[in-house]
């Protein structure tokens, strides 16, 4: 996934649509694809809807313009950005989609819960300072950066990260943290937790979940980087077997039980091995 990266900007139908996720109305996407690169992207399936023949994470559609303009009443609607993509790529520090779309939500009256990977969030404080009711949430499933290098090789580096959610805390911004995708045995989230928790006002858990397209390529890369746990690997993910992460749920439960550290785990029992 060396390919440079292609960039097109497009004009989109509009930027909200409305979500079936729970806790959200309505989402925003404002690129299509997303330069990250993470080795185990749960948005690849995308490529299906996108008209590219690229390789996932070599190309991104930049919504530069929406034909619609009208306008929708988000009083009391919570909108989360974004469900698919990540807002924060590093297009966004040139196009500033993002930026714009917080703009004119500041007197909407919706909720804004902002999920990402990138410390970028921070060019942004000024609106997030205004906004009533948001929550920035950082996605991270490590202390090691080695690690995240390896396998989230675009997204904010693990200090930048935390440097991020630290800031925004100290700014009275409510953080959030989702520790995903944990990779079993490689995820080391005690340690994440503890780091964390002076900065953030909740923590929720998400297992590393691999579709067709993905899991030769973790795979792969435990064997190369990690051979010790390939079998381990296999059984999780190839075989489905999940007393694994019944054992997680259990520990991750107590263990934030006995920091009175507010949790959800949101691990899937079945995992999805094609699309
Ligand atoms: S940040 Fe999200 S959408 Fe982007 S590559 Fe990583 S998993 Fe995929």
Redesign the pocket.
């Known amino acids: 996934m060396n390919n440079p990266l292609k960039v097109k900007e497009i004009i989109a139908r509009g930027y909200i649509n409305p979500s079936k996720l729970p806790g959200a109305d309505y989402v925003i996407n404002p690129y299509v694809g997303?330069p990250?690169?993470?080795i185990?992207?749960?948005?690849?399936f995308m490529k299906r809807f996108s008209n590219h023949d690229e390789p996932w994470?070599t190309f991104t559609d930049v919504k530069i313009r929406s034909t619609s303009s009208r306008p929708l009443d988000l009083q009391e609607k919570n909108v989360f950005l974004s469900s698919?993509?990540?807002c924060y790529?590093p297009l966004e520090e040139k196009y500033g989609l993002t930026r714009k779309l917080l703009l004119q939500m500041r007197q909407s009256g919706a909720g804004i819960t902002i999920l990402t990977?990138s410390a970028l969030v921070l060019r942004d404080m000024d609106i997030l300072a205004q906004l009533p009711d948001v929550t920035v949430g950082f996605?991270m499933n490590t202390t090691d950066d080695a690690f995240r290098q390896d396998t989230?090789p675009a997204?904010s580096s693990v200090p930048e990260r935390f440097y991020a959610l630290k800031t925004l805390h100290e700014k009275g911004i409510r953080t959030w943290v989702h520790v995903s995708p944990i990779f079993p045995y490689l995820s080391d989230w005690k340690t994440l937790v503890e780091t964390a928790a002076p900065f953030t006002n909740r923590f929720s858990f998400e297992n590393l979940k691999l579709r067709a397209a993905s899991l030769p390529r973790v795979l792969l890369y435990i064997t190369r980087r990690h051979p010790q746990w390939r079998q381990t690997y296999e059984q999780i993910f190839r075989r489905q077997d999940m007393t694994y992460w019944r054992g997680l749920r259990k520990e991750i439960l107590a263990f934030c039980n006995e920091r009175k550290l507010a949790a959800a785990v949101h691990f899937s029992e079945k995992l999805p091995v094609r699309h």
């Open positions: 997303c990250h690169r993470c185990y992207c749960y948005a690849e994470g698919v993509t990540d790529n990977k996605s989230e997204a």
